[in-house]
């Protein structure tokens, strides 16, 4: 990774020298500067831009760019460049939003280049966002944020907390493919063969998972455990790991124990870990008991989201939560189209989704 953490001074001091068609890069990276950095002087504009490229004229594959330094006494500038991908804009603010730095002006544009093997840019596309990217070309996010002062003595800081925010988006969108495959494979699973569990609520249980699957939960991370790995207190790594689990954020063992021993095929439950994808707010976890030969060989898998689906009119379609509502209405006798029915179901629909 690359940091860069000095005051601003002469930016272009030392500097190699620009190429022949940094003007593509120069109109690229400012085409939205009227509306994200209103007010600039082209002058102000110009030296933006040159340090940006500069800063990340050499990245190597993988590799997360950023320098933070200060602008003036009032602000503080962060650069950054890595590789596109969903999700980077809303997850870098729930960053500095929820470590107390408030973004004042944020410029992001996507900057087409060809590398060389050394990482450093050796052509620069000129075309736009929803173009195709061709062979040997990668379409990179650059950002420009401007923030309140951060204290010298905090600019590592922000640096090491946004590379491990970056890391996980990518790490997310990665591996979302296979994690949200699995998840479908797993439905047909305990659908086809329910294990230990009767039927109809492994049934049920494949319906919500495909229900999650099909749009309304983001899976941004997965791991999956034997049941001796959860029960031997020894060993705290899981077997696999994908997603925002390749990253610092791990889960222990002890924590799904409860869903393991349950008894449901399914658990949903609110993780006490804090989501680095999209969105600062405690994980969606969803435990899924995939039946073995033996107990020995059945296998939790945890996977750690967001639910995205709220509205209230849907609560009652939802597999697992209508069964639910159903029990309720028939231990409370009323009928759903009754007047005591549907408040019931009203204040069903108003319980936090927690």
Known sequence: MTDLSEPASDTTAGATALPADYEVFQRRYLMRAASQLPGRQARELDELARRAYHSAEYRRPGEIVLAVYDLDGDRTAIDLATKDAPYLVDSVRAELERTGHLIEHLLHPQIVVRRDDQGRIGQLLDLADTAEVPAGAVAESW?????????????????????????????????????????????????????????????????????????????????????????????????????????????????????????????????????????????????VIAPGSSDADARIHVFLGLITDESDDTVARVPVVRRRIGEILNRSGARANSHTGRQLLAALRTLPRD
């Open 143 to 287: 950002m420009h944020i401007e923030t309140n002062l951060i204290p010298a003595a905090e600019h590592q800081v922000v640096v090491d907390d946004l590379r491990r925010v970056l890391t996980d988006v990518h790490n997310a969108v990665d591996d979302s493919p296979q994690t949200y495959q699995l998840i479908r494979e797993l439905a047909d699973r305990i659908d086809a063969d329910p294990g230990e569990f009767d039927r109809e609520t492994s049934a049920e249980a494949a319906e919500l998972l495909r229900w999650l699957a099909d749009g309304n939960f983001m899976i941004l991370g997965h791991a999956a455990y034997s049941a001796n790995e959860l029960t031997n207190p020894t060993r705290s790594a899981a077997a696999v790991e994908q997603g925002v689990l390749r990253g610092e954020a791990k889960i222990s063992p002890l924590e799904l124990l409860p869903a393991y021993r349950s008894g449901a095929p399914l658990v949903i439950f609110k993780s006490p870990m804090v989501s680095t994808v999209r969105r600062s707010t405690r994980y969606d976890c969803v435990t």
